[in-house]
């Protein structure tokens, strides 16, 4: 059984298209996150909720709306695509007690966006 | 804010050869580090992780770190290197609020026959 899954694996748009990565986990974790990684590999957080609540939101452009239909679920829209935006984001999940992410996270396997 | 940095971008070792990554943290209480591994074309996973008591700590696939907090260090070791272990290494600090890592720009192993 597959704890944290992304869909789609790969995501291949043209500039200004709309998309959105889906991301489930089935851990019965209280935590969701995303995290994007750069052509140098680079991990930075982007959004991470807890409970449906949206707790981190970094420098990210209003562009990417994360939207969370209920705890197992974290999914990512952004609109108007970027050639920037190239990039692969990573779902993670984690129990998320104490309001600090002390706890083992888990990851998906990543979408891999390409904007042409 | 917590960081940490990782100075090696690259590191290339012989198969059966010993391993250190290096990992230095940037924080004024007692962090919460872990390392991350990540092979070709796949996700994270956990090696092992620090949050207080021993400062040697076990991970799995082989993999201990130890804390020394004198020298803000958490840095990965594993006595013999297997092929298999070629992938790109993740240190990383939990922030004291909010739920998030913050990730080092990680080290690229490369491992020789």
């Known amino acids: 059984d597959t704890a944290v899954s992304q869909t789609p694996k790969y995501l291949v748009t043209q500039m200004g298209n709309d998309k959105s990565i889906k991301c489930e986990q089935n851990l019965g974790h209280d935590t969701m996150y995303w995290y994007k990684q750069d052509s140098k590999k680079f991990l930075k957080i982007m959004f991470s909720y807890n409970n449906k609540e949206l707790i981190i939101n970094e420098t990210v452009p209003n562009r990417f709306s994360p939207k969370s239909p209920d705890k197992a679920h974290l999914n990512l829209h952004i609109n108007s695509l970027e050639l920037g935006d190239s990039a692969v984001y990573f779902c993670?999940?984690?129990?998320?007690?104490?309001?600090?992410?002390?706890?083992?996270?888990?990851f998906g396997p990543g979408t891999r966006l390409t904007v042409l | 804010a917590q960081s940490v940095t990782q100075p090696d971008i690259h590191i290339t070792v012989s198969e059966g050869a010993s391993l250190e990554l290096r990992c230095n943290y940037s924080y004024g209480a007692t962090p919460y580090l872990f390392w991350y591994v990540q092979s070709p074309g796949q996700g994270l996973q956990l090696l092992l992780k620090?949050?207080?008591?021993?400062?040697l700590v076990q991970g799995i696939k082989g993999f201990e770190a130890e804390f020394k907090r004198s020298q803000s260090s958490f840095n990965l070791r594993k006595p013999s290197v297997h092929w298999s272990d070629a992938a790109e290494y993740f240190c990383?600090?939990?922030?004291?609020?909010?739920?998030?890592?913050?990730f080092g720009k990680g080290t690229s192993l490369l491992v020789t026959p």
């Open positions: 620090y949050f207080s008591g021993d400062t």
């Open positions: 990383a600090v939990a922030r004291d609020s909010g739920y998030a890592l913050n």
């Open positions: 993670a999940s984690s129990q998320g007690v104490g309001g600090t992410s002390t706890d083992t996270q888990y």
